[in-house]
């Protein structure tokens, strides 16, 4: 099956640092993935559309200036959280589809579980 | 209201039993449909597409009820590694690539 690598895992990082997360797709190209973020006890929330060689598409109310996505290829998206603090302490999940089409299901990379204290 | 409902539950179930609950949705154009499995601190794993027809993977079955705008998941003989969130999956529109997640339904196996 497509498997969607992220990394990495969980970070704890101190208020003001920037941290990165990266986003693979392993065995399929992906020319658009998508970044979600989930806070305790809620749904996953859509924050921004990557797209390989262009800029990528932000949901309302989430900052394009803190939230820097890169996707330089066909396989690799990064998300990097600017200048972290408390309340950007989140689950961070990245996901892509094998087919590029509307009707199939996404895969999600292991989430990356970001503590900033 | 929210883009996708779901009963909180949780559901608790004794090993063996039947468990169903549904989920609704908004967008009438919504075309794609799935549930995913989370479980605790994990992220999502697809469970199985839903199709117009309904259908079925082994103990799960799901339907779509266009007209009502919901969708289902029934569990048949429970097991215990059937606990986890179930989380209700809509593509926002008509030829829409973005999903939109319900907040998930948590179903509780127990011994």
């Known amino acids: 099956g497509a498997v969607v690598s992220q990394h990495p895992s969980w970070v704890i990082c101190k208020s003001g640092t920037s941290v990165k997360i990266e986003c693979r797709s392993l065995d399929f190209q992906a020319t658009t993935m998508f970044w979600y973020r989930q806070f305790p006890k809620q749904s996953l929330m859509l924050m921004a559309t990557?797209?390989?060689?262009?800029?990528?598409?932000?949901e309302q109310g989430v900052e394009k200036d803190k939230f820097l996505i890169n996707h330089a290829s066909l396989t690799l998206s990064t998300l990097t959280v600017t200048s972290a603090h408390p309340e950007d302490s989140s689950f961070y999940i990245c996901?892509?589809?094998?087919?590029?089409?509307?009707?199939?299901?996404?895969?999600f990379g292991n989430g990356t579980r970001l503590t900033v204290t | 209201r929210k883009e996708v409902e779901q009963d909180p539950g949780p559901f608790n179930v004794p090993e063996g039993a039947t468990v169903a609950f549904n989920c609704t949705y908004s967008?009438?154009?919504?075309?794609?449909f799935f549930w995913y499995r989370q479980d605790c601190r994990k992220e999502p794993k697809l469970l199985m597409s839903?199709?117009?027809s309904g259908n079925e993977d082994g103990r799960f079955t799901a339907q779509l009820n266009r007209a009502s705008q919901y969708i289902s998941l029934l569990i048949r003989d429970s097991k215990l590694s059937d606990s986890a969130t179930y989380l209700c999956v809509v593509n926002m529109g008509a030829g829409d690539y973005k999903l939109s997640f319900g907040a998930g339904t948590t179903v509780t196996v127990r011994a």
């Open positions: 996901s892509a589809r094998p087919g590029n089409t509307y009707n199939s299901p996404l895969h």
């Open positions: 967008n009438s154009a919504s075309q794609s």
């Open positions: 839903v199709y117009s």
């Open positions: 990557s797209n390989e060689g262009s800029k990528a598409t932000y």
